[in-house]
């Protein structure tokens, strides 16, 4: 399982360690973040062969690329988080394939950066988990994880804040938590080592409860579409990035994925979005 999380970060031995007064309190958020291609202003391709280039890229990239690995891994922990089972073909699962230089450019207008986000949280008894490109400003300790490091980021109502940094990728990373799991399993030989989460299955939120501000791309002139993205959206704060011509961005006030959705379907102009960090 510490393979399968985060390389040489060990945060299923911390997570079930725990922080000695956390025994009496509860997890409540956990953020994993992959750092590499964040900052990087080139086309999808490009950066990926890059990437690869260095050995930090899977010949065959889908698991990462679309966020299928993020996806189990934040299914793990959140299993390990909360108590109960997370089933990982539950979390709604957006990869970063879509994402444009253009996207690049605007989140560097704003001051932030765009990080493939793993994100598992309980609000008022509810739980939910998702994976997709999110923008992170600079109050978050996650806009500083960048190249080939990654970082999980976790809350809880007695611990407080606590992150997890170390490198994601690269055959010595690898090596170092194989030999960890292995050194583990030598050292509970025939033993049976109990987890910190039980078989009943922990029941979701639909995504489309769940809310977020938004970063929406819009096609034509903002002076041209101001009516029609007000009478959609009310009032909003609008982008612009001076070599990005033809469009323009908006950001809306906090939306569920439904609100949002209903929205965006009264406005074919738009191109594309990104959530804000929640």
């Known amino acids: 399982i510490e393979i399968e999380l985060e390389k040489e970060i060990e945060i299923k031995r911390e997570i079930e360690k725990g922080h000695p007064a956390h025994a009496y309190g509860r997890y409540q958020n956990v953020f994993l973040t992959d750092g590499e291609l964040a900052d990087l202003q080139a086309s999808f391709p490009t950066v990926w062969g890059q990437a690869q280039e260095k050995g930090y890229a899977e010949r065959n990239p889908e698991a990462d690329v679309e966020g299928y690995d993020a996806c189990r891994k934040i299914a793990i922990l959140s299993s390990l988080a909360f108590g109960n089972h997370v089933n990982y073909e ?163 006030g906090p939306l569920s994925e439904a609100e949002y959705e209903a929205k965006a379907a009264k406005l074919p102009e738009i191109i594309s979005r990104i959530r804000f960090k929640a």
């Open 90 to 252: 539950e979390i709604y699962t957006e990869g970063i394939t879509k994402i444009t230089v253009e996207d690049m450019k605007y989140a560097s207008a704003l001051g932030m950066s765009i990080k493939l986000l793993a994100t598992s949280k309980k609000e008022n008894d509810k739980f939910y988990a998702m994976v997709s490109p999110v923008l992170v400003g600079t109050d978050s300790p996650l806009y500083s994880v960048n190249d080939v490091f990654n970082a999980i980021f976790v809350h809880g109502n007695v611990l407080g804040d606590a992150m997890f940094y170390g490198s994601g990728a690269g055959k010595l990373p690898t090596a170092s938590a194989v030999v960890g799991d292995v050194v583990d399993c030598a050292k509970h030989l025939h033993e049976n080592v109990m987890t910190s989460w039980n078989s009943e299955k922990l029941d979701l939120m639909d995504i489309k409860e769940v809310v977020h501000p938004f970063l929406v791309r819009i096609k034509g002139k903002e002076a041209e579409m101001a009516d029609a993205v007000k009478a959609v959206f009310g009032a909003v704060k609008t982008v612009s990035v001076p070599d990005v011509e033809g469009e323009f961005a908006i950001i809306t």
